[in-house]
């Protein structure tokens, strides 16, 4: 398994996948938002609810105008990337960002989701690279996962490719991206830049070869 935790190799890598981490930390930043925002008159599952909700909504909106397309297959939402062959799908995680240990998702996964990370596999190993049909190629696109683990102030998060789902888990992963780790999260918008942002992303795409 190969984790990528600097910048200098992340941002390189992200590119790669037709991402930089900007809008990748937006995204967080939604996410953590939403969890915010429930109260103690919400049901206890709220904070989570609302963090995917925030999270899934803000994926799309800062991901579709580069080129990435809404995807809904087997009922998981998610961002799909036509050019790069890839799907982006948020996850609340109860461990993230940790370089010595996998992430951990907070909610059981279903025949779904082991689908998809299956069919998945299909793309990294393929030795003959046929153009494939539009449908086809979304089927076996290969699913990585933005896992944001929030706890009170402290913030991790990570885009990791896994290898399979097992007892309702992922099991293993072929790449580790890690967004933020522990104890960078230090304030309501640390990451936040003073600048004014771009008013677009700027993302050099490259198919994975």
């Given at each position: 398994m190969t984790v990528v935790a600097e910048d200098s190799e992340v941002m390189p890598r992200l590119e790669q996948l037709g991402a930089t981490k900007p809008p990748l930390l937006d995204v967080i930043r939604a996410a953590v938002g939403g969890r915010r925002n429930a109260t103690s008159y919400h049901p206890l599952s709220a904070g989570g609810l609302q963090s995917w909700i925030e999270g899934t909504a803000h994926l799309r909106r800062v991901f579709?105008?580069?080129?990435?397309?809404?995807?809904?297959?087997?009922?998981?939402?998610?961002?799909?990337?036509?050019?790069?062959?890839?799907?982006?799908?948020?996850?609340?995680?109860d461990r993230?960002?940790?370089?010595?240990?996998?992430?951990?998702?907070?909610?059981?996964?279903?025949?779904?989701?082991?689908?998809?990370?299956?069919?998945?596999?299909?793309?990294?190993?393929?030795?003959d690279e046929e153009r494939k049909e539009k449908e086809v190629a979304e089927l076996t696109a290969t699913t990585w996962i933005l896992f944001v683990h929030a706890d009170r102030d402290d913030v991790c998060a990570e885009l990791s490719c896994p290898i399979a789902i097992n007892d309702e888990q992922f099991d293993g992963f072929h790449e580790?991206?890690?967004?933020?780790?522990?104890?960078?999260?230090?304030?309501?918008?640390?990451l936040a830049d003073d600048d004014e942002p771009p008013a677009e992303y700027e993302v050099n795409v490259s198919r994975k070869g």
């Open positions: 579709l105008p580069l080129g990435w397309e809404i995807c809904r297959r087997d009922n998981i939402e998610s961002v799909y990337n036509p050019k790069t062959g890839i799907k982006i799908v948020f996850q609340n995680a993230a960002g940790d370089p010595l240990y996998d992430p951990i998702a907070t909610s059981r996964k279903g025949a779904g989701s082991a689908r998809a990370v299956e069919l998945g596999q299909f793309e990294l190993f393929a030795e580790r991206i890690l967004l933020v780790q522990k104890g960078e999260w230090d304030g309501p918008d640390p």
